[in-house]
């Protein structure tokens, strides 16, 4: 057995014995909720990612209409942009910190509530992988930096160079005045994260990015994060976001959106309120890009953002399609 299903299994049979009553009167008392969708019929399968990245959802939906599960197809779905090198925000390729460094995070969450992630971890091309890894072969949940790498070569990832000449070009360029800032819409804001509802209904989630361009050494946003970056429950839906992970951060803001879901809101309602709670937080700044994107379990989808520029890909029986996005500011 697994250590993680070892882990797992003696920790519900202990807390079976211990807590059945309280379980019992807990199921008693519970509200009901009202239904997550009213949606007449389901859409399924279906990808959506953030930004228009269509090699990535063609490559998940490859997966998804052979019968493959939403997670392998999260997972290779998002492989895509961690292996372009044109991609500058994502894997190999990927801006570096201020000191030179491509440090990457990423994580994954399947049906099943389970979770990995790597965060701040460098020359590794395809943290996504190390991720699931993490989730499938550790009874952890996140792996950071140098412990993240040593796990990454224990399961046989190759060491690799992320930074191509032309990322250590414009790095170098940007020492000479080494003013960061953080730029609306451009690629210092394309985080790929992803959403999958497979055959069997069953939704899974990846995000992954390089963080934002020239942060300082040791910095992680929100795309690792559980809860900030992704958040997926398999009864409700899931979320993922993309933009300033700081502030993305500070509202939970993929599990509020889950959470709003489950209480009866669309996907778009629920991401309309995630971007009004940040920018009720954030009353005199309009200095920064936040989008998030939602699927319900009935693959009703929406997406949500706060300046113009945002867009999601999506790829279902019908085709694929780059859906824009309203926004918070009109211009
Ligand atoms: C972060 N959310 O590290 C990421 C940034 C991003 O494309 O979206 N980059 O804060």
Avoid at 82 to 107: F, I, K, M, Q, W
Avoid at 188 to 217: E, F, P, Q, R, V
């Amino acid at each position: 057995m697994k250590r993680r299903n070892f882990l797992k299994n003696s920790t519900l049979s202990t807390a079976g014995i211990i807590s059945a009553p309280l379980f019992a009167s807990c199921q008693e008392t519970k509200k009901e909720l009202p239904p997550i969708t009213n949606a007449a019929v389901s859409v399924k399968p279906i990808v959506i990612c953030t930004w228009n990245f269509k090699n990535a959802t063609a490559k998940a939906w490859e997966v998804l209409e052979k019968g493959g599960s939403s997670l392998d197809a999260v997972e290779q779905g998002v492989k895509v942009e961690e292996a372009d090198l044109n991609n500058e925000t994502v894997g190999n390729g990927g801006r570096p910190d201020r000191d030179g460094h491509v440090t990457l995070d990423a994580c994954i969450m399947d049906k099943d509530g389970n979770c990995g992630a790597v965060l701040c971890m460098e020359n590794i091309a395809h943290p996504i992988s190390v991720a699931r890894k993490v989730m499938e072969d550790t009874p952890h949940v996140m792996l950071a930096g140098k412990g993240a790498e040593q796990f990454a070569y224990e399961k046989g990832f190759p060491k690799t160079n992320l930074l191509t000449e032309k990322a250590k070009k414009d790095w170098l360029e940007w020492k000479k005045k080494s003013k960061y800032e953080t730029i609306i819409n451009i690629e210092n804001h394309d985080t790929i994260g992803m959403l999958a509802i497979d055959k069997n209904g069953d939704i899974a989630g990846a995000c992954t990015t390089s963080g934002m361009g020239y942060k300082m050494a040791g910095r992680v946003g929100d795309s690792p994060i559980i809860g900030a970056g992704l958040f997926v429950d398999n009864e409700v839906g899931g979320a993922t976001a993309t933009g300033v992970g700081e502030e993305v951060v500070r509202t939970v803001g993929s599990f509020l959106i889950v959470e709003l879901m489950r209480q009866g809101k669309s996907p778009q309602e629920a991401c309309e309120e995630g971007v009004r709670r940040i920018m009720e937080k954030n009353k005199d700044r309009r200095d920064f890009q936040i989008g998030f994107i939602a699927i319900n379990k009935n693959g009703e989808t929406g997406g949500y953002c706060i300046h113009p520029g945002f867009s999601y890909s999506s790829y279902t029986e019908a085709g694929q399609t780059n859906n824009t996005t309203e926004t918070f500011l009109k211009s």
